[in-house]
Nanobody
């Protein structure tokens, strides 16, 4: 059983930075997703079991996904934040190796952490 716990969300002004963390009891392929009110959940970034990464076009060059295997922790460094990045951010895990950005590919989910970016 994979247990995921996110932390690091908060409120920042446009152009600011945040780092999200996700503790996992067992490492698999993992990703970050977000869901804004009235919108579907979307993939933000994912990292495969071999270290390969995928990013949504909207965050490329601004967000970086990384992992610390020794600490069983996944990170999402978010820079140059924009108001449109405002959403609930979720950590997710799957047993396969490919870093899909499709939410339906993931089996395990955290409860989410809120990110709010003001203009």
């Amino acid at each position: 059983q994979v247990q995921l716990v996110e932390s690091g969300g908060g409120s920042v002004q446009s152009g600011g930075s945040l780092r999200l963390s996700c503790g996992a009891s067992r490492y698999t392929t993992m990703g970050w997703f977000r869901q804004a009110p009235g919108k579907e959940r979307e993939g933000v970034a994912a990292i495969g079991s071999d270290g390969s990464t995928s990013y949504a076009d909207s965050v490329k060059g601004r967000f970086t996904i990384s992992q610390d295997n020794a600490k069983n922790t996944l990170y999402l460094q978010m820079n140059s934040l924009k108001p449109e990045d405002t959403a609930m951010y979720y950590c997710a895990a799957r047993s396969g190796s490919y870093p899909w950005l499709r939410p339906t590919k993931y089996n395990y989910w955290g409860q989410g952490t809120q990110v709010t970016v003001s203009s």
